[in-house]
């Protein structure tokens, strides 16, 4: 499954420090993710991502944030492998020859 | 904490029998949910309630759907115990003081 | 179309204070609404609702907070009417049904 | 303000030819979006973005689409100017940092 994922301190207004905590957690497990200016995307299982999301959520507490919101997204499609990168160029090789049709 | 999650098959049309499908995991597991129009809120604990979102998400692929989007929004205080009940009432207290200034 | 729309300061802990002033703008505005304990759901049409959300929205800014986090999840169907009471109806309908079943 | 959008239909399977056509209206309005596997990112104002944004909702009932699902995630922040770009380079930046340290 492809998901992203957004967590955030409440009470704090940069939250580049957190986010970066965030991060160094998803890499330090190995997973196969992929930051943006609104969250970061994840490609893989669910029993492999949501104990890394729930480390880094639990970790923001313990940085002495009192209050966390957590926003997750899923897209699980089982009739056939999506990867993340499928998903851009899907898209953009459809946009590609509407504009080649023209 | 208190989480809103909104779990959909991404092709069907009508999906309340999805929803009463999920519910029905919900009540079976013992969760403190209330629905509303767009999703249902549970108050619980991490390791109480994403077993449970797991579950009813993958009950949909068993039902013949094929690719599920789901939605979890995670609302997590430590500085004080908040009820889902208390984030409502507070709300309704501060416009009926407001009002009763007027 | 029906919408869920959540308005947070992200520089402040406490947010019932901020949610009430929203809720006073959505009532003045005469909107279909509903508050749950992780948002308000609306009933009405695009150009009904969307301004008052950004009326909301900027109302934040103008009470002192530097950071404003929104999240609208629509929902809008064309090919029948449908109000925000009738998803939760239908639900609890099937629900019903399902157990008499038994 | 910085903001991702997601708008599929929700009686379809497969959703990139309706992300494409999204992105078309995107680009035809002149907005500074990017594109990732789970949503675009747009950074502009309120009243340049939302009216495009209602736009490309519109367009796929048009394309036959009978339900829409568009989920909008807003980061307003009005202390600082901050650039979609900064956001994910400040993280970097830190991170960077920390492992120079180590």
Redesign the interface.
């Known amino acids: 499954m492809?998901?992203?994922v957004?967590i955030?301190p409440?009470?704090?207004?940069s939250?580049?420090?957190y986010?970066?905590e965030v991060?160094?957690i998803f890499e330090e497990a190995g997973l196969n993710y992929?930051?943006?200016?609104?969250?970061t995307?994840i490609e893989g299982e669910?029993d492999q991502i949501?104990p890394v999301i729930?480390r880094a959520?639990e970790r923001l507490?313990e940085l002495g944030v009192?209050?966390?919101?957590?926003?997750?997204?899923?897209?699980?499609?089982?009739?056939k492998k999506v990867r993340?990168?499928d998903?851009?160029e899907?898209?953009?090789r459809?946009?590609k020859e509407?504009y080649l049709d023209k």
Chains 1, 2, 3, 4 share one sequence.
């Open positions: 492809i998901l992203e957004s955030s409440l009470n704090k207004k939250l580049s420090k986010v970066a991060i160094r992929e930051l943006n200016p609104m969250g995307v669910w949501m729930k959520h507490f009192t209050r966390v919101s957590t926003l997750i997204k899923i897209d699980d499609r089982r009739d993340k990168s998903k851009v899907s898209v953009k459809i946009l509407k």
